[in-house]
């Protein structure tokens, strides 16, 4: 079955622990993303990267690390800086740029407690 | 960068009623305008797309105009179905060689039987 894949669906961590929600996609795509998704809130950009071993800042990277070792795979990392993780977490890829579709895993809830 | 607004937040129809959700976006640059349909606890999925050659595409009961001028573009949904109930966004690319997505902040469309 191709396509993109997150795990875990669902994550508790507690207060002041670093946790790392996996993205893998076998699409060949090049680009990855990583979306979170709040109540009544559209998709903030996290981190999104274009190709292996490059990846850039979205609009709210704070709190937030990722590699890109390989390409089809984009792990995200929610550290203990990040002063409200509790969210529902989107990762995507597409083929390049973004003027095609992007397809998106199942999601990852998180939630602090 | 791009900005992406979207109206409205809520909309609830009758069923067999049309549906429409705007949205506007900053950057006379984008090129491409994809819909994405959410359905609850759920990836996003696309359902249309339109490109910035041109004005409208259809795809069954759902279309997709775009106004390049006024930098704007719509979904129609025709004779809606209480399956189409759903969250749905919009998005335009931006950011240095259109390297990433602008989502808009979705419209939560509730169809009444």
């Known amino acids: 079955d191709g396509g993109i894949t997150q795990s875990p669906k669902y994550l508790f961590r507690k207060e002041g622990q670093n946790v790392t929600l996996s993205c893998e996609q076998n699409?060949?795509?090049?680009?990855m993303y990583w979306y979170r998704q709040d109540p009544g809130q559209g998709l903030r950009l996290i981190y999104y990267?274009?190709?292996?071993?490059?990846?850039q800042k979205g609009d709210i990277a704070e709190g937030y690390s990722v590699s890109r070792e390989k390409k089809e795979s984009f792990p995200l990392t929610v550290t203990s800086a990040q002063k409200n993780p509790t969210a529902f977490y989107l990762c995507?890829?597409?083929?390049?740029?973004?003027?095609?579709?992007?397809?998106f895993g199942q999601g990852t809830r998180l939630t602090v407690v | 960068g791009e900005n992406v607004e979207q109206h409205p937040s809520t909309l609830s129809v009758q069923e067999g009623d049309s549906a429409v959700i705007k949205c506007t976006y900053s950057?006379?640059?984008?090129?491409?305008f994809p819909w994405y349909k959410q359905e609850l606890g759920k990836r996003p999925q696309l359902i249309i797309d339109?490109?910035?050659?041109?004005g409208e595409k259809k795809d069954q009961r759902i279309a997709v105009t775009l106004n390049k001028t006024a930098k704007h573009f719509s979904l129609h949904i025709t004779e809606t179905q209480p399956e189409d109930s759903a969250v749905y966004f919009c998005a335009a690319p931006g950011g240095y060689n259109f390297n990433k997505f602008y989502f808009g902040s979705g419209t939560k469309l509730n169809v009444k039987p």
């Open positions: 950057d006379s640059a984008s090129n491409y």
């Open positions: 995507a890829s597409s083929e390049g740029q973004s003027n095609t579709e992007a397809f």
């Open positions: 699409l060949n795509h090049d680009a």
């Open positions: 339109i490109r910035s050659n041109v």
């Open positions: 990267s274009q190709i292996v071993n490059d990846f």
